[in-house]
């Protein structure tokens, strides 16, 4: 089984395009896929992209995944934990960094001021 991802050299990104809302996500919340895919049914695959919050935005329950997930707060703010109204939980600076293992239980999230992500997701070789 290989890594579903092209060789792809430094490369300066237009960061005003290609960007859209994941399934299952409040809208102000948007990935922009920078390599590779994930096939969650067949459980297979890597996928590396950047998810950026708008300011205020918030989700309202945990996520749980089977895939493992690496995450990289680039820039702006983060808060885990909030409650379904948005308030409360533990804020974080940027380049704080996650690793999750399949079936870990994580957030709800949301960013005071906006903020964008790095992260890689990938399912463990059979």
Known sequence: MGVNKKHDEFHTLDMNVGWETPPGYPKGIEQKILSGA???TNKRGTRTRLL??????FTKKPFVHDYWEEVFLVSGDLTVGND???TGGKS?????YAVRPPGAHHGPFKSNDGCILLEIHYFDPV
């Open 38 to 40: 994930l096939d969650e």
């Open 52 to 57: 950026r919050f708008a300011p205020g935005v």
């Open 84 to 86: 379904a109204q948005g």
């Open 92 to 96: 974080f600076p940027p380049n704080t």
